[in-house]
C-alpha cells in the first residue's frame, strides 16, 4: 500500500512538475509577444509623424525650388506595421494612407495651377484637405501610444493573489 502512495505521489509530482514548466513556458510566450506588439505599436506612432513631416517636404518640393530629397512614403511601412501587429488600427492607417493622398492631389493641383499661369493662393483649400489628415494622424497615435504602455504583469498579480490567500 505504501509504495502504492509513493507512486501516486511521485506521478502527481511530476505531472505537477512537467505542467508548471510548460505553463511558464506559454506565458513566457505570451508575454514576449505583448512586448513585440508594444514595440511595434510605439513604432507605429513614430512612422505616422514620420509621413506627416514626409508630406510637409513632399509641399515644399513641389511649391519652392529647393531640392528636397523625399525617399519613399513612409506610409507604407505604418499599413504592414498596423496589418501585421496592430489590426486594429488597420483601418485607420488606411483611412490616413487616403487623406494622404488627398493631400498629395492637392499639392499636385497648386503646382499645375501655377504651371498653367494660374495664380495660386497655397491657403486656399489648405485647412479642408490638411485638417481631416491631421486629425487621424493624432487619432491613430493616440490608440497606438494606448497600446504601447505595458500591461499589467498577470504572472506577478497571480503570484499576490496567491500570497493574500496563504496570508488569512
Known amino acids: 500500500m505504501a509504495l502504492i502512495e509513493v507512486l501516486v505521489g511521485g506521478i502527481i509530482g511530476l505531472t505537477a512538475s512537467l505542467g508548471g514548466q510548460h505553463l511558464?513556458?506559454?506565458?513566457?510566450?505570451?508575454r514576449e509577444e505583448r512586448k513585440l506588439r508594444r514595440q511595434k505599436a510605439d513604432e507605429l506612432t513614430n512612422v505616422i509623424l514620420e509621413h506627416e513631416y514626409w508630406?510637409?517636404?513632399?509641399?515644399?518640393?513641389?511649391?519652392?525650388?529647393?531640392?528636397?530629397?523625399?525617399?519613399?512614403?513612409?506610409?507604407?511601412?505604418?499599413?504592414?506595421?498596423?496589418?501585421?501587429?496592430?489590426?486594429?488600427?488597420?483601418?485607420?492607417?488606411?483611412?490616413?494612407?487616403?487623406?494622404?493622398?488627398?493631400?498629395?492631389?492637392?499639392?499636385?493641383?497648386?503646382?499645375?495651377?501655377?504651371?498653367?499661369?494660374?495664380?495660386?493662393?497655397?491657403?486656399?483649400?489648405?485647412?479642408?484637405?490638411?485638417?481631416?489628415?491631421a486629425r487621424k494622424a493624432r487619432s491613430i497615435v493616440d490608440e497606438a501610444a494606448k497600446l504601447a504602455q505595458p500591461e499589467p504583469d498577470k504572472v506577478r498579480m497571480l503570484t499576490l493573489i496567491r500570497q493574500l490567500r496563504q496570508s488569512r
Open 24 to 30: 511558464g513556458r506559454l506565458m513566457d510566450e505570451e
Open 55 to 133: 508630406l510637409d517636404r513632399y509641399r515644399v518640393s513641389q511649391h519652392t525650388s529647393t531640392k528636397v530629397e523625399l525617399g519613399s512614403q513612409p506610409v507604407a511601412k505604418a499599413r504592414a506595421i498596423a496589418a501585421i501587429y496592430v489590426p486594429e488600427l488597420k483601418d485607420s492607417v488606411a483611412e490616413f494612407d487616403l487623406l494622404s493622398s488627398n493631400y498629395m492631389v492637392w499639392v499636385t493641383q497648386k503646382v499645375t495651377d501655377r504651371v498653367n499661369g494660374r495664380k495660386v493662393n497655397l491657403s486656399e483649400g489648405f485647412p479642408e484637405v490638411y485638417q481631416p489628415l
